[in-house]
């Protein structure tokens, strides 16, 4: 069973940082890509950076050049590092794990995308 569990949320003032860290668990074959995405109350869920499994990052323009994304391949764990941060990056944050393979209880290979439970980050004086 494939899991995503995320950690490393809170109460932060403005101008400060936090990190986020995001574990996939399971029988875990490959992931394609690896990123965060945020949902504010009444807004829609919008990335902030993915991370693909050659290197290569994507960040959403609100976050540029203030957060840093990276990925451990052998650990199927990607982190957020966000500095100088604003009240507007308040919000829930989510990560997800695009086209994970697993095996699957019947031994195939299936392909899936996976969200995690979400963790809340606070920016607040």
């Known amino acids: 069973q494939v899991q995503l569990v995320e950690s490393g949320g809170g109460l932060v003032q403005p101008g400060g940082s936090l990190g986020l860290s995001c574990a996939a668990s399971g029988n875990i074959i490959s992931i394609l890509s690896m990123g965060w995405y945020r949902q504010a109350p009444g807004n829609e869920r919008e990335l902030v950076a993915t991370?693909?499994?050659?290197?290569?990052?994507t960040y959403g323009d609100s976050v540029k050049g203030r957060f840093t994304i990276s990925r451990d391949n052998a650990k199927n764990t990607v982190y957020l590092q966000m500095n100088s941060l604003k009240p507007a990056d308040t919000a829930v944050y989510y990560c997800?794990?695009?086209?994970?393979?697993?095996?699957?209880?019947?031994?195939?290979?299936?392909?899936?995308?996976?969200w995690g439970q979400g963790t809340q980050v606070i920016v607040s004086s």
């Open positions: 997800k794990a695009d086209r994970l393979v697993s095996v699957t209880p019947s031994g195939s290979h299936g392909a899936m995308d996976y």
């Open positions: 991370a693909d499994s050659g290197g290569h990052v």
